[in-house]
């Protein structure tokens, strides 16, 4: 038995013990009083009188073993669980000894026992009495047990889909911020800006910015399908994206991509580098009239991958970025999908801004 459930304080933990035991007592008490009366151990006059004698029994072994398996359970179980069942047994019949022989006093107390009957008595009930006190009290072990692992499987599995659901609504937030980041007016018009004045002197250019820019939309809006995408189409999106804000921003953006093809098919967040990528731009590029240069790196490490992303621009502290912000965003995701493994940081690397995104492999 794990642990024996109960609402409210101590009080309320030690009602709901005294009852559940008074309850099994009377059940005891009834089975007892069956059993005597299908062998003919007892006439019917006799059976209030049995009934009685029998629930003192069933009380006094009941009473202390609910509270001393209530106790082991809380406190052994989880530091013996191949041996709480001995511990039980062995408590049991403890339990079982002491009610037996609590009651024959209390019984020749009275005097339905006179005292030279007493140890007859005893030998002719702790029999039965252990036997019964053993079987009762091991199924309500096993019962509890059970019912135990059972609600705590239940917990475990509503926390899982509560982290999932989490999950979920972290992804759809970050696709929506980027998604919005697309449509913006300002990006839009910008962007569609530039395909006009290129139509004239580079048709062909004009063209392949408006695939990517299809492309990119595209992206955005299928990206909370899935948990996890690859490398590789998470690598295309971030040129689609850095090709168009190049129309716009001309020399003033200039970027290189250093990722190993090896790593193409790694498993990444969804729009994680280009979060990042898309931070740069906004926050540096679109600020200082020389732009930035970026740089995006990748490599495997110790069964990690590390992506990063570099700029010449004058840096940023994470611990001032709000939840709402789109690395803010990223932060949580990773934590939900790689608990402490997933880490964001930004560090100062020379002249440079280095912001990396690792993960196991």
């Known amino acids: 038995m794990t642990k024996l459930s109960a609402s409210g304080g101590p009080s309320g933990r030690y009602t709901t013990h005294i009852l559940r035991a008074l309850l099994i007592a009377a059940g005891v008490a009834l089975l007892c009083l069956a059993l005597f009366l299908s062998t003919g151990r007892i006439r019917l006059s006799q059976m209030g009188t049995e009934l009685a004698i029998a629930f003192a029994y069933s009380v006094s072994i009941a009473l202390p073993s609910m509270f001393l398996l209530n106790w082991m359970g809380q406190h052994y179980t989880e530091r013996f669980p191949r041996l709480i069942y001995l511990f039980h047994a062995l408590a049991l019949l403890g339990t079982g000894s002491f009610g037996t022989l609590a009651t024959g006093l209390f019984m020749q107390a009275i005097g339905i026992v006179p005292r030279s009957a007493y140890w007859p008595v005893f030998r002719s009930n702790f029999p039965i009495g252990i036997v019964i006190t053993l079987v009762v009290g091991l199924t309500i072990t096993s019962y509890e047990t059970l019912r135990y692992k059972f609600q705590a499987a239940t917990l475990e599995l509503r926390t899982q889909e509560v982290e999932r659901e989490r999950a979920y609504k972290l992804l759809a937030e970050a696709r929506l911020s980027s998604l919005e ?8 018009f910008n962007t569609l800006n530039s395909i006009a004045a290129l139509i004239p002197s580079d048709p062909m250019r004009a063209e392949d910015t408006v695939g990517k820019l299809a492309s990119l939309l595209r992206f955005s809006l299928n990206a909370h399908r899935s948990g996890l ?3 590789g189409q998470e690598l295309k999106i971030v040129r689609d994206y850095l090709e168009i804000e190049k129309t716009r921003f001309g020399a003033r953006l200039r970027y290189e991509i250093a990722v190993p093809e090896a790593l193409d098919d790694v498993k990444v967040p969804p729009l994680a580098l280009q979060s990042l990528v898309e931070n740069v731009v906004k926050h540096v590029v679109a600020q200082r009239a020389q732009g930035a240069a970026i740089q995006i790196a990748g490599a495997r490490e110790a069964g990690r991958i590390r992506l990063e992303v570099l700029d ?29 493994a997933g880490q964001l940081e930004v560090a100062r690397a020379g002249e440079k801004t280095a912001v990396r995104l690792s993960f196991p492999a």
Do not use: K, M, W
Request: proline share 10%; no cysteine; aromatic share 8%.
């Open 229 to 231: 995408v690859p490398l």
């Open 312 to 340: 010449d621009g004058p840096g940023f502290r994470l611990d001032a970025i709000t939840p709402e912000h789109g690395l803010g965003n990223l932060v949580a995701r990773l934590e939900l999908l790689y608990g402490s």
């Open 181 to 188: 980041s697309r449509i913006h007016p300002h990006f839009l």
